[in-house]
T-cell receptor
Framework: QKEVEQDPGPLSVPEGAIVSLNCTYSNSAFQYFMWYRQYSRKGPELLMYTYSSGNKEDGRFTAQVDKSSKYISLFIRDSQPSDSATYLCAVFMEYGNKLVFGAGTILRVKS | EAQVTQNPRYLITVTGKKLTVTCSQNMNHEYMSWYRQDPGLGLRQIYYSMNVEVTDKGDVPEGYKVSRKEKRNFPLILESPSPNQTSLYFC??????????????FGPGTRLTVL
């Protein structure tokens, strides 16, 4: 069983739609939760990180963590064609300095 | 400009021919790391370094070597490449090893094909 499961997509939505991207993880010892965005032929870049359960908002992006369900989500409001990219979730635990990435979800926002 | 550079960007080689992929950062970061990215498997960590002369295995270290003799450089060495090492490789750096809230800055990637 993979430590982090993420639906690879592709997910195709019209411009302006609300996008929901999700990951599940298996080990409750993971403490930190991150979302990276990766444009085609580029390296990933950090979008958001969270530590506790609940929501964290940054502009059109909201990261949500439910530690009881081991479920993390990224919501994108008013999606734009420039949001078209691969979104990777990542989880981290301090014990062993362990960082695990999901496989990534391909998102396409059509204008 | 603050950046992580990798060379070469593309490489096609044959089984068994030793190769080195260089990685350099100009941000005085302590932490550096190598990842490989494969379809359906995401990013997997190969090796990481918390500081000069300190390196540790990640999740998939077999067939790879690294060294950290200077803070800015972290080369990835494949002593005897095999076809299953065909992949997209990323180097990353971070101010510290606490990569949860310290952003990792990724290089542009090196696409390696081993025939």
């Amino acid at each position: 069983q993979k430590e982090v499961e993420q639906d690879p997509g592709p997910l195709s939505v019209p411009e302006g739609a609300i996008v929901s991207l999700n990951c599940t993880y298996s080990n409750s010892a993971f403490q930190y939760f991150m979302w990276y965005r990766q444009y085609s032929r580029k390296g990933p870049e950090l979008l958001m990180y969270t530590y506790s359960s609940g929501n964290k908002e940054d502009g059109r992006f909201t990261a949500q963590v439910d530690k009881s369900s081991k479920y993390i989500s990224l919501f994108i409001r008013d999606s734009q064609p420039s949001d078209s990219a691969t979104y990777l979730c990542a989880v981290f635990m301090e014990y062993g300095n362990k960082l695990v990435f999901g496989a990534g979800t391909i998102l396409r926002v059509k204008s | 400009e603050a950046q992580v550079t990798q060379n070469p960007r593309y490489l096609i080689t044959v089984t068994g021919k030793k190769l080195t992929v260089t990685c350099s950062q100009n941000m005085n970061h302590e932490y550096m790391s190598w990842y490989r990215q494969d379809p359906g498997l995401g990013l997997r960590q190969i090796y990481y370094s918390m500081n000069v002369e300190v390196t540790d295995k990640g999740d998939v270290p077999e067939g790879y070597k690294v060294s950290r003799k200077e803070k800015r450089n972290f080369p990835l060495i494949l002593e005897s490449p095999s076809p299953n090492q065909t992949s997209l490789y990323f180097c990353a750096s971070s101010p510290s090893g606490q990569v949860s809230y310290n952003e990792q800055f990724f290089g542009p990637g090196t696409r390696l094909t081993v025939l």
